[in-house]
T-cell receptor
Framework: GAVVSQHPSRVICKSGTSVKIECRSLDFQATTMFWYRQFPKKSLMLMAT?????????EQGVEKDKFLINHASLTLSTLTVTSAHPEDSSFYIC????????????FGPGTRLLVL | AQSVTQPDIHITVSEGASLELRCNYS??????LFWYVQSPGQGLQLLLK??????LVQGIKGFEAEFKRSQSSFNLRKPSVHWSDAAEYFCAVGDDLAGGTSYGKLTFGQGTILTVHP
């Protein structure tokens, strides 16, 4: 199957700083990428849908000014957590869509963010 | 809005034993249902999916799942578990935004951690 990478795999930052997480589709072009957030013992929650070359669509309750998403190319989407606070600590997962079928959504390994 | 419930947070089985992971969903129309597996350091991998037709679907790694509309369930099964099956399993329902079987948003359950004893 297709491969999606995320960088970094884990990051620790101080409260008030911004953190950028990269999501790359390594062997396919992804016109659409999704960003999820996973809390401990909770399900993955969709944060936003990112389409290449256009603004991301955020889910209800997700602050778009807090979680900046940029999908500048067909192989790269970034999530920037601005002015991070401890409550933003979580596991962030991205996925890329390689085609037009449900089975073509491929997930990255996730990024663990810890805000001190 | 759709929702997915996986009642079991953690299940432990012995290697070679059978396995059933439960999943219940809430969705207004015919659901698109999925099971994913997540191993540490790896992305979610699609095990199997149900869109329509035969309610018993076969997936990779010897897994199968049965769609039961009357029970709003889509339980995952495997007749004989291997130690390599230890992972976290997620059931998900898809929201068909574009019609047909195009991709859309996924709503996940809370996940079930599977531990396999030798």
């Amino acid at each position: 199957g297709a491969v999606v990478s995320q960088h970094p795999s884990r990051v620790i930052c101080k409260s008030g700083t911004s953190v950028k997480i990269e999501c790359r589709s390594l062997d396919f072009q992804a016109t659409t990428m999704f960003w999820y957030r996973q809390f401990p013992k909770k399900s993955l929650m969709l944060m936003a849908t990112s389409n290449e070359g256009s603004k991301a669509t955020y889910e209800q309750g997700v602050e778009k000014d807090k979680f900046l998403i940029n999908h500048a190319s067909l192989t790269l989407s970034t999530l920037t957590v601005t002015s991070a606070h401890p409550e933003d600590s979580s596991f962030y997962i991205c996925s890329g869509v390689a085609g037009t079928g449900w089975e073509t959504q491929y997930f990255g390994p996730g990024t663990r963010l810890l805000v001190l | 809005a759709q929702s997915v419930t996986q009642p079991d947070i953690h299940i432990t089985v012995s290697e070679g034993a059978s396995l059933e992971l439960r999943c219940n969903y809430s969705y207004g129309a015919t659901p698109y249902l999925f099971w994913y597996v997540q191993s540490p350091g790896q992305g979610l991998q699609l095990l199997l999916k149900y869109f329509s037709g035969d309610t018993l679907v076969q997936g990779i790694k010897g897994f199968e799942a049965e769609f039961k509309r009357s029970q709003s369930s889509f339980n995952l099964r495997k007749p004989s578990v291997h130690w390599s099956d230890a992972a976290e399993y997620f059931c998900a329902v898809g929201d068909d935004l574009a019609g047909g079987t195009s991709y859309g948003k996924l709503t996940f359950g809370q996940g079930t951690i599977l531990t396999v004893h030798p």
